[in-house]
């Protein structure tokens, strides 16, 4: 199941283009591609918040050591 991504209404799996506003509808190719993407930025995002999370770590292990 499908649905269109200009209107949102319902459509067959495999569907190129809308049946009822003809909007083009994204291919297979297209949706690997975009997982893809997804993907990348999900790390991405997973690599700045280690990031944060040493910093906050390194930041109360000098609140620590001025205590
Ligand atoms: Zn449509």
Redesign the pocket.
């Known amino acids: 199941m499908a649905f269109?991504v200009?209107?949102?209404?319902m459509q067959n799996d495999g569907t190129r283009f809308?049946r009822?506003?003809?909007?083009q509808q994204p291919g297979d190719q297209l949706i690997a591609r975009l997982r893809m993407e997804a993907e990348s930025i999900r790390y991405q995002m997973q690599q700045m918040q280690a990031q944060q999370m040493q910093q906050m770590n390194y930041g109360q292990q000098q609140n620590q050591q001025r205590w």
């Open positions: 269109c200009q209107c949102g209404q809308c009822f506003c003809g909007g």
